[in-house]
């Protein structure tokens, strides 16, 4: 009998170690903080290779600073000193007898010399930085920023997904080095910035891993848990247990592998949802037409092209890290207006500093050390501005529609970048307007963080009705409050 009740014990309890070693199943987050480790070794390398590529995106993005200004020009000797006195003073070659002129560095410096991009063809200078913007939509940095953040734990994300603005800075300070050797060939630039992400793709590429979130939701589960073991031997940690099994992400899977028609009506007729989400999207307008319009608007500056270009570069590493440490404890509202504010306030006080005329009075002058300080300042808000508003997009909206919101917040700013190139153009005939519009806007953008709710220590809500419902149990809570006074 004795024999027989411990069979029994001995079968049952091989039962339950089976049940057990079955039930061992955790989300990608669990065993990245139980296995892997928050930041170890391997994520830092990965991070690392992965950030690279802001470089490259700084440079494609930036390039046309210098391929498509319009470069510097002179009077042939003795030929239009009394030809159009107006012309010349206003420094266009506009009111010029052509063969009267020339460019100082020849006609393959820049687009607009070798194909006579000026006066009535002017606009179309414009059309490639226009093109280009429109078709970064999704860009390099968005998909630098979720292999990034997805391979480290909670804690990190942010401080991790803030790393790429300096690799950006990087490549924004590096251009005028790269540009400045060139500065006689546009098309020499291109080859030159070409080669570095060749070799990128070619030698490092292939050393980065996929993100086991991504791979989870495609079904490949089995390729997810060889990431993150390979990560986890890396960091010195121990194998990943045989009966370990990543838990199916049914929320996310839905938002990310099936159409995203159903996020769109999720969010768009909830109406809290849809007011909240018309409003970032109207600031993001604002801010990408600014962070990405003064920085091309540089040339209208009366300065020298490469120290402006390296000045406004040197001004993202401050916005970053003043980014970081305020994020901390700086309601997030706030934040994104002031920085608002302070970009366009810098932009309208320019005004005062501005010339009209073009390359070749600009160079005369030598420029005006204020009108440079103040505009590097300007740009500082609008780069601090920027990246809160991506922080800001992610706490506003549930796990279910975040994605599809940062992706809407995407557009936007690219098409307020896709404009900018086109007020740049006419700023080359009065500065003071361009300088007008980017204050308006920047302004405006701040003021409409009005409508929008406060995120800071706020909870990251599943969904949206989770959201309405949390929201809707906090007013019933508070007027029950009131009743008991």
């Not at 991009?117 to 979720?146: E, M």
């Amino acid at each position: 009998m004795e024999e027989e009740q411990k069979l029994v014990q001995g079968s049952t309890g091989l039962v339950v170690s089976e049940e057990v070693t079955t039930k061992l199943e955790l989300s990608v987050d669990e065993v990245v903080e139980e296995y892997v480790g928050s930041l170890g070794f391997s994520q830092l390398v990965h991070v690392l290779l992965v950030s690279l590529a802001w470089i490259f995106d700084a440079q494609s993005t930036l390039v046309t600073i210098f391929s498509d200004a319009q470069p510097p020009w002179r009077c042939k000797t003795g030929m239009c000193l009394s030809d159009n006195s107006a012309a010349k003073s206003s420094g266009s070659v506009c009111g010029l007898m052509p063969g009267t002129w020339e460019w100082i560095d020849g006609h393959t410096s820049s687009t607009i010399a070798e194909w006579d991009l000026i006066c009535d063809r002017r606009f179309l200078a414009a059309i490639p930085a226009s093109l280009y913007f429109l078709g970064s939509l999704i860009g390099i940095g968005i998909c630098c920023l979720v292999l990034t953040t997805e391979s480290v734990g909670r804690k990190w994300r942010g401080q991790v997904g803030q790393y790429g603005f300096f690799f950006f800075t990087i490549g924004f300070l590096t251009l005028p080095l790269v540009a400045y050797p060139a500065r006689t060939c546009w098309r020499n630039l291109y080859k030159i910035l070409s080669l570095f992400p060749l070799l990128y793709s070619v030698l490092l590429l292939p050393l980065v891993s996929e993100s086991p979130r991504w791979l989870l939701i495609r079904g490949r589960s089995k390729e997810a848990l060889a990431v993150l073991d390979r990560f986890a031997r890396l960091n010195g940690k121990k194998k990943l247990p045989n009966n370990l099994s990543l838990a199916n992400p049914s929320g996310e899977k839905v938002e990310c592998t099936e159409t995203s028609q159903n996020n769109r009506e999720s969010l768009w007729t909830t109406s809290w949802a849809a007011k909240r989400m018309v409003t970032v999207m109207a600031a993001g307008f604002g801010v990408g037409f600014v962070y990405y319009g003064v920085q091309l608007n540089v040339e209208n500056l009366n300065f020298s092209l490469y120290i402006s270009v390296a000045l406004n570069a040197l001004m993202e590493i401050p916005a970053v890290m003043i980014a970081t440490f305020l994020l901390g404890f700086t309601n997030r509202r706030l934040l994104f207006s002031v920085s608002s504010y302070i970009a366009g306030i810098s932009s309208i006080l320019c005004i005062f500093f501005s010339h009209k005329g073009g390359s070749s009075k600009a160079h005369q002058s030598g420029g005006s050390w204020t009108q440079l300080i103040i505009e590097a300042i300007g740009f500082m808000g609008a780069s601090t501005a920027f990246d809160i508003l991506y922080i800001y997009c992610v706490e506003l909206f549930p796990t279910n529609v975040r994605n599809f919101a940062v992706s809407m917040l995407r557009q936007a700013l690219m098409l307020g970048a896709s404009v900018a190139p086109l007020l740049v153009v006419l700023g080359r005939l009065s500065p003071s307007l361009s300088f007008l519009v980017f204050g308006i806007l920047s302004i405006t953008s701040g003021l409409l963080s009005i409508w929008l709710p406060e995120t800071r220590n706020a909870p990251l809500y599943e969904t949206l009705k989770q959201q309405e419902e949390e929201k809707h149990n906090c007013v019933t809570d508070d007027s029950g409050l009131e009743m008991g006074k």
